[in-house]
């Protein structure tokens, strides 16, 4: 199997900036979208930017400006840059990636287990 492993969370004043990173435990093949989607408490996972192989990036308008996400393919890895923190910003972050497991093989899609953001004073 394999897992999306990340780090990076914590606690933020306002304004501040936190740098994600999410890795895949394991070689993969045929990787595609990967990107962040977060879900803060008593609400749905929503997206957060989401970036294809081509390097065309989807962001959600709430975090246009201030989120980067980026990638390194030869690493398997893709991060996301968040600069002006707000108390709004508060969630889970899961990671997000579509790949397959074998060469040649179905992509599917897969989460990492999520880490907690929270920006407060």
């Known amino acids: 199997q394999v897992q999306l492993v990340e780090s990076g969370g914590g606690l933020v004043q306002p304004g501040g900036s936190l740098r994600l990173s999410c890795a895949a435990s394991?070689?993969?093949?045929?990787?595609?979208?990967m990107g962040w989607y977060r879900q803060a408490p008593g609400k749905q996972r929503e997206l957060v930017g989401v970036?294809?192989?081509?390097?065309?990036?989807n962001y959600s308008d709430s975090v246009k400006g201030r989120f980067t996400v980026s990638r390194d393919n030869a690493k398997n890895t893709v991060y996301l840059q968040m600069n002006s923190l707000k108390p709004e910003d508060t969630a889970v972050y899961y990671c997000?990636?579509?790949?397959?497991?074998?060469?040649?093989?179905?992509?599917?899609?897969?989460w990492g287990q999520g880490t907690q953001v929270t920006v407060s004073s």
């Open positions: 997000y990636a579509v790949f397959s497991l074998m060469y040649g093989g179905k992509r599917d899609a897969y």
């Open positions: 394991r070689s993969i093949f045929r990787l595609s979208d």
């Open positions: 970036t294809t192989s081509g390097g065309i990036t």
